[in-house]
C-alpha cells in the first residue's frame, strides 16, 4: 500500500540576477522551447501536487517579470522580495511563511527557480523517503567524473576520492521552525551558506542524501540552456 506523502510549505528563491548568465533577461524568466519560462517549469510540479499547502516566492524588488506570468494569479502563491543572497532570499520567504500559519514542525520545501527540470517522481521520492525523518534532507546525484583538486599554479594537485562526493540539488526539505532558526543563526554568524542544508549541518544537525535525477540541473551559464533546449 502506498502510504500517503506529507504536506508541504513550498519557498522558490526567485530573486537572483544570473550575472554568470549575462543575458539581459534574469534567467528565471529565459523561455523554454514550449514557451514557459524557466521559472514556470520549476514551479510546475508544485501546483500540481495536491498535497502543497502553499507557495512563497522570492523575487527582486525591481522584479517586472513576475506579473507577466499567468501563474501570478494562482490565490496559492505569495511573493516576498527577497534579499542580498540565495539564503537572505530563503529567509524572507521563511518569515512570510510564519504569516500564513506554518507550524513548527511543518515540512518546507525549497527548490531554485533556475531548475526547471524536476520530475514529480523526484519530488515523490524526497516527500516518501523524508516524511519521518527526524531532521530532512535533499535530492542530490552521486559524482559520476573523476576529481582533481588543482594546485596554486593551476595543474592537478591530487584525484580525489569520489564515492562519497554527491552534487546537492533542489528541493531541499526541512522542518519549518529548525530551518529557519538555522538559517537566522548561521547568517548572524556569517557563515557561508548556499543551500539550506549547509545552515542545518551549522548546527550540528545531518541531513539525508536522497537520490535524484542528474538532469534536475541548474540553469547557471550560457551552454546550460541548450542542455534544455533552449535556443
Ligand atoms: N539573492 C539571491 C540570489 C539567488 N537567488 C535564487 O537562488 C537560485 C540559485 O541561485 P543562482 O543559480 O546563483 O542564481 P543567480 O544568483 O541569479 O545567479 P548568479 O550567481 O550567476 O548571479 C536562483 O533561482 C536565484 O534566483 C535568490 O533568490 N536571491
Ligand atoms: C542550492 C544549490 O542549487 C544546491 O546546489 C546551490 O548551492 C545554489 O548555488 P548558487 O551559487 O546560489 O547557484
Known sequence: MTSVLPTFWVVIPAA?????????????YLQLNDGRTVLEHSLSCFLAHPQLKQLVIALAEDDRHWQTLPCAQDQRIKRVTGGAERADSVLAALQYLERLGAQSMDWVLVHDAARPNLKTSDLDELLQSLKDDPIGGLLAVRVRDTLKQAGLDGRVKQTLPRELIWHALTPQMFRFTPLKQALKQALAAG??????????????????????????????????LNLLGID
Do not use: C, H, Y
Not at 16 to 27: D, I, N, Q, Y
Not at 195 to 209: F, H, I, V
Open 191 to 224: 557563515a557561508p551558506i548556499t543551500d539550506e542544508a549547509s545552515a542545518m549541518e551549522w548546527t550540528g544537525a545531518k541531513p539525508r542524501l536522497v537520490a535524484g535525477r542528474f538532469d534536475n540541473l541548474k540553469i547557471t551559464q550560457r551552454e546550460d
Open 16 to 28: 537572483g540576477r544570473g550575472l554568470r548568465m549575462a543575458l539581459s533577461t534574469p534567467k528565471q
